[in-house]
């Protein structure tokens, strides 16, 4: 899949960092890169992946593992669709970059309290190579890499900071039947979940009977919030948009999906499910 920039324009293009922690790529973050190179003045000028990752057992692996736990034999249709990830993946190394771009290979280091750090001669690399990094699944981010790139670090968060933050994406608005949800395209902040709003895009929900949905739907809206976000960063006129600690939302930790949590999901899907066919 080529990711090459056919717009034309007099001004010099935005050098971007693909930054990632996984040897996998969601589609729809393919998406979104392809999208920005065709429609803004941005490049990717280098790939990092960071090859080794403290476990994520905040991410759909996770979560679906512990709402098995409480799904009993009989209702073996349920945790089928549980299991099911509405995305699909493209090998890092089947993404057809430009021949100019570089592509390194490090490892992150452990943060004081938590979180990772990318390794100071890496970030230097990025900063002498790019204006603005895009992030995907490296972690929780600390140290120089959210301060030293002209732009800084941008990176998806499948909710609105302003209602929810946290892990997993889309589970407590299908949870609580939000009538809409949405992307945020942030530029990260110490703060999880609490970084500068750079792009938003509100999504629909309605009829959204199960979580796979509910996801499905905020992962389609994704590429154009990376694209109206790098169109916006060259806008001398932009500022983002940094939330007052009292206007953000909620921050859910996996800890958060009790056994009560759990059964009223599971609850919502099974009449979700029943709907859908």
């Known amino acids: 899949m080529k990711l090459r920039n056919t717009t034309r324009s007099s001004l010099t293009p935005l050098r971007v960092c693909f930054l990632t922690g996984r040897g996998e790529i969601a589609d729809w973050m393919v998406a979104s890169v392809r999208q920005m190179v065709q429609k803004t003045n941005a ?13 994520d057992t905040v991410g759909h692996a996770g979560i679906t593992h512990h709402l098995n736990r409480c799904c009993c034999a009989g209702v073996q249709s349920v945790k089928n669709a549980i299991r099911r990830d509405p995305q699909t993946y493209t090998s890092l190394s089947a993404v057809e970059w430009p021949d100019s771009v570089r592509r390194i290979q490090c490892k992150s280091q452990p943060a004081d309290r938590f979180g990772v750090v990318i390794p100071s001669d890496v970030v230097e690399t990025i900063v002498d190579a790019c204006d603005v990094v895009v992030h995907f ?40 039947d939000a009538p809409r949800g949405g992307v945020t395209l942030q530029r990260l902040t110490p703060k999880l979940d609490a970084g500068d709003i750079v792009a938003f895009a509100s999504v629909d929900l309605a009829n959204a009977h199960t979580w796979a949905e509910v996801r499905r739907r905020l992962f389609r809206a994704s590429p154009g919030v990376l694209t109206r976000g790098m169109q916006k960063l060259r806008d001398p006129s932009f500022a983002p948009v940094t939330v007052p600690d009292a206007e953000l939302g909620t921050l859910y930790y996996l800890s958060d999906i ?12 099974i009449c979700g499910l029943a709907r859908t066919r």
């Open 43 to 55: 490049e990717v000028t280098l790939v990092v992946h960071v090859a080794e990752q403290v476990d």
């Open 137 to 176: 699944q490296v972690g929780i981010l600390r140290g120089d890499i959210l301060t030293q790139p002209e732009y800084g670090v941008l990176s998806f968060h499948h909710g609105d900071i302003r209602q929810y933050r946290g892990t997993p994406a889309g589970f407590w608005e299908f949870l609580h």
């Open 258 to 269: 009790t056994f009560p949590v759990q059964a009223r999901y599971l609850l919502k899907e």
